[in-house]
């Protein structure tokens, strides 16, 4: 890479704070009578997957699970991750990814609108 500039990227992996939360567990729990079975997949689990169609930039929205063994003892914990891949049709620069991540983080509204608290974009009065 020749800077940030540079089109040389055709995809990036982006995860934020939060967003797992949105998004179903990876893994499946199933309780018995005498077992509980946990089903932790191996692959991404892929939740959203779209094409934009003026600049053919594909969008995926995935969750994998992380597995990790306890330090002193046999236990183990799973959580899932989320995250959100971006694939341009053609190279790209780390710049423009990087306008991507921001915009993916930081959705820009107008200034007379704001979202509630369940989702839903509200019109505010102008000053």
Not at 20 to 44: C, H, L, N, R, Y
Not at 85 to 105: C, D
């Amino acid at each position: 890479m020749n800077g940030i500039n540079d089109k040389c990227l055709t995809s990036a992996k982006y995860t934020f704070e939060g967003l797992s939360a949105w998004f179903p567990q990876a893994f499946d729990e199933k309780w018995g009578t005498d077992q509980i079975v946990v089903t932790i997949p191996m692959e991404p689990r892929q939740i959203q997957d779209f094409c934009l169609l003026d600049s053919r930039v594909r969008i995926s929205v995935k969750i994998v699970s992380e597995l990790t063994s306890g330090k002193d003892d046999p236990s183990r914990l799973s959580r899932s991750i989320a995250s959100i891949e971006v694939e341009s049709p053609n190279p790209e620069s780390l710049a423009w990814y990087r306008r991507i991540g921001g915009r993916l983080e930081k959705p820009v509204l107008p200034a007379h609108r704001r979202f509630c608290g369940d989702g839903h974009a509200v019109r505010l009065p102008r000053r």
